[in-house]
Nanobody, 119 residues
Framework: QVQLVESGGGLVQTGGSLRLSCAAS????????MGWFRQAPGQEREYVAS????????YYADFAEGRFTISRDNAKNTAWLQMSSLKSEDTAVYYC????????????WGQGTQVTVSS
């Protein structure tokens, strides 16, 4: 198994930036594709971005394209989500998740970190 711990959330003003971190422990980090998801109050969890195990391939939800950047460093067992031009609608709990290449779904999840964007 792999354990995931997010950090870096907080309160930021509209238009500001935050960088979320996801620290992994357990099995080799480079075995897993990584993803970021978010869940706002009263809403379902939604996909934000993902990155392949090598870091070569990245994918984004439409709302994240151009504003958010996902990255990883396998030597540091860490993935990041750099968020800029934040909007109030980005307010949510952000989760990182991991999946093996063979799995269609994310198998491991962190506890989440709160991001609040104030106007």
């Amino acid at each position: 198994q792999v354990q995931l711990v997010e950090s870096g959330g907080g309160l930021v003003q509209t238009g500001g930036s935050l960088r979320l971190s996801c620290a992994a422990s357990g099995r080799p980090f480079n075995n897993y594709g990584m993803g970021w998801f978010r869940q706002a109050p009263g809403q379902e969890r939604e996909y934000v971005a993902s990155i392949s195990w090598s870091g070569i391939n990245t994918y984004y939800a439409d709302f994240a394209e151009g504003r958010f950047t996902i990255s990883r460093d396998n030597a540091k067992n860490t993935a990041w989500l750099q968020m800029s031009s934040l909007k109030s609608e980005d307010t949510a709990v952000y989760y990182c998740a991991a999946r093996t290449p063979q799995s269609a779904e994310y198998e491991y999840w962190g506890q989440g970190t709160q991001v609040t964007v104030s106007s």
